[in-house]
């Protein structure tokens, strides 16, 4: 109860404050991810965080995900260390929002279009990085009418770099920092008449808080596009990312040798329109990964005499077109085919021998109609549905419907409700003694109502929502006839409610506010029962300083046989001065409190840590 007076009080602060000032901020209010076309965010029911690329920058942080966590509202990433996510056992960057993520339940998106490991189905937190961000959108609950499978608990859309006019654009960022970390990058935008593209490079690295913890990752994107006419535009985009990383083990049970080598890569293609009536387009994509790793041992005890080793792919086509039939409306159509598959294997470190672990893969065939209508000129209605076939699970039916109520002074009402749906992986299917190919798609449903308002002339945003989601065939592994097996036996349950606002406070000042309560019927991991972020960003002259305070609390870290909760906050603050108009020293201090927490079970985060170095822009 204090904490939500607190809470209060704060935001009645941001509003009264905010009230007496002349200067607006703007808040990007056109988003493509909850409709395929370009829409604002007044008109869909959906709730969409938007997190624009000065933000994503002020806190001078190679990955994505931190600001992610702190940003949006019901929004939780794991962490195990200073820098670098890892895969397999004892991995961080499981992503869940409103309770909902775990492995494979929320889908990452790069430009529209769907990454994420194809027999393991779930995303790879070390590819998502900032230099290649022009901002990321949050959908907030299911996405599966437009997306499919994994978008059962939300979806992260990477929107890549632009530059919406003639000229080029060039930063080049390097810092050092505690425990040996060093990160660096260069990116370019660029844009000469009917051409445009992006392209960076980046290497970062530490040696970790624990032994065996080093963490080694370098990264590369290459984005073009080419206007044909005033209304076709031909795009294509790659990325590859390569990372090593050794995992310590817990605290309790170190491990000797657990390391990993990944490569990653996506590539996709494609042609858009945009007509005054009309917009779409067709792209086709594809990802890939190897994966070489050694499960380790624990100390004392006998090294591992086989390697695990997989190669990975996703590739598909998306093509969708919205049409205006008529005044208010917007009805679009799409296709996706997607094939997802690989191939896994062990080899003998001694003579080299492999065994086949899988070799398999899996096609989906969806079409889809989404239509939005302004019924009034203060109503807006939207209704979809999908039909989605799977070679394994057969074919799933998602609807969904939503009201806006365009209330007045800037205000607006919105009701939603929506299915989700994911298809069992491979390997949830196939994969290790505990698979099981007779599994059922897992399937949720969910109700929210949300508000949000633009005050005092536009220097002001607040927002609100309520929801509440039910799923049912959660894929769980259980004793079944003297072995383990995965079954659809679990139940989710969860409600809560989301609040936020941001100001323009002073010409020199913004301020930012987030919180989120989870009710959770069935506790789940990597999802606090409380998270707060209070946030400031200020500039004045060549210094600028930048951070906030989070509190997270009831985050289950382990849930049997006694489940374990943490609570604790976090401190970070940058603060950065310019040297010269484009010259710009920065430093970073997290965790300033020097807090003993952890996101994961038996993994210890760093205290308090710092990083400093320069940011070049030209």
């Avoid at 929506?418 to 298809?423: E, L």
């Avoid at 976090?570 to 020293?585: E, K, P």
Wanted: proline content about 4%; overall charge positive.
């Amino acid at each position: 109860m204090r904490r939500s007076v607190l809470l209060a009080a704060f935001l009645s602060g941001l509003s009264l404050h905010a009230a007496a000032q002349r200067d607006t901020i703007q808040f990007g209010e056109t988003v493509v991810t909850g409709a395929r076309t370009a829409v604002t965010q007044r008109n869909v029911p959906m709730t969409i965080s938007v997190i624009d690329r000065q933000k994503l920058t002020e806190n001078y942080r190679p990955s994505l995900l931190p600001t992610l966590t702190e940003q949006v509202p019901g929004m939780f990433v794991t962490g195990r260390g200073m820098m670098g996510y890892g895969i397999s056992s004892g991995a961080a960057g499981t992503m869940t929002i409103r309770g909902i993520g775990g492995m494979a339940q929320m889908l990452v998106l790069v430009d529209g279009l769907p990454q994420y490991a194809g027999l393991y189905g779930h995303p790879v937190a070390d590819a998502y990085q900032t230099m290649l961000a022009e901002r990321v959108e949050v959908l907030r609950g299911p996405a599966s009418l437009i997306y499919g499978s994994n978008a059962m608990g939300g979806v992260m859309n990477i929107v890549t770099r632009r530059l919406p006019y003639d000229g080029m654009k060039n930063d080049i960022q390097v810092g050092w920092g505690s425990y040996g970390t060093f990160q660096s990058e260069y990116s370019n935008v660029f844009r000469q008449g009917k051409l445009a593209g992006a392209a960076g490079i980046s290497h970062n690295s530490t040696d970790g808080h624990r032994p065996n913890s080093q963490f080694r990752e370098g990264s590369g994107f290459l984005k073009l596009g080419y206007d044909l006419d005033s209304h076709w535009t031909a795009q294509a985009l790659g990325n590859l990312n390569w990372f090593s990383t050794s995992n310590p083990g817990t605290t309790a049970a170190p491990l000797v040798d657990n390391d990993a080598r990944v490569l990653r890569g996506m590539a996709s293609a494609g042609i858009e329109n945009r007509y005054d009536r009309t917009q779409g387009a067709v792209r086709g994509f594809i990802s890939w990964g190897h994966h070489h790793i050694n499960d380790g041992y624990n100390e004392g005890g006998t090294p591992r005499t086989s390697l695990y080793l997989h190669n990975d792919f996703m590739l598909g086509i998306s093509a969708y077109q919205g049409v205006r039939l008529f005044r208010g409306n917007m009805t679009t159509v799409g296709l996706d085919w997607q094939q997802v598959g690989g191939h896994a294997w062990n080899r003998a470190m001694a003579t080299g021998e492999e065994t086949d672990i899988v070799r398999k893969t899996e096609n989906d065939l969806a079409g889809y109609i989404d239509f939005r209508q302004d019924i009034t000129p203060l109503l807006t209605a939207h209704a979809g549905l999908r039909a989605d076939h799977h070679t394994q699970a057969g074919t799933e039916w998602i609807p969904q419907g939503g009201l806006v109520l365009h209330m007045a002074r800037q205000a607006e009402l919105s009701a939603c409700v929506s299915k989700g749906f994911h298809h069992p992986t491979i390997k949830d299917l196939y994969m290790f003694r505990i698979a099981n190919a007779d599994l059922r798609p897992e399937r949720m449903m969910n109700y929210e109502l949300s508000y949000k308002q633009r005050l005092a002339a536009n220097r002001l945003r607040i927002g609100g929502s309520i929801f509440l989601l039910d799923a049912e065939n959660i894929i769980q592994t259980q004793m079944v006839d003297g072995r383990m097996q995965n079954i659809n036996t679990g139940r989710l349950k969860n409600w809560g409610l989301e609040a936020e606002a941001a100001c323009k406070a002073l010409p020199s000042l913004e301020l930012n506010a987030n919180y989120s309560f989870l009710h959770m019927k069935h506790p789940v991991m990597a999802a606090p029962q409380n998270k707060l972020y209070l946030g400031a960003d200020w500039h004045s002259g060549r210094w600028a300083v930048a951070g906030g305070l989070q509190y997270i609390g009831g985050l289950y870290t382990s849930l049997a046989p006694n489940g374990h909760k943490e609570e604790f906050w976090l401190l970070n603050l940058t603060a950065s001065h310019r040297l010269h108009f484009n010259i710009r020293l920065f430093v970073r201090g997290e965790n300033l409190l020097a807090q003993r927490y952890s996101t994961m079970g038996g993994f210890p985060m760093p205290r308090a840590t710092f990083m400093g170095g320069v940011h070049i822009h030209f």
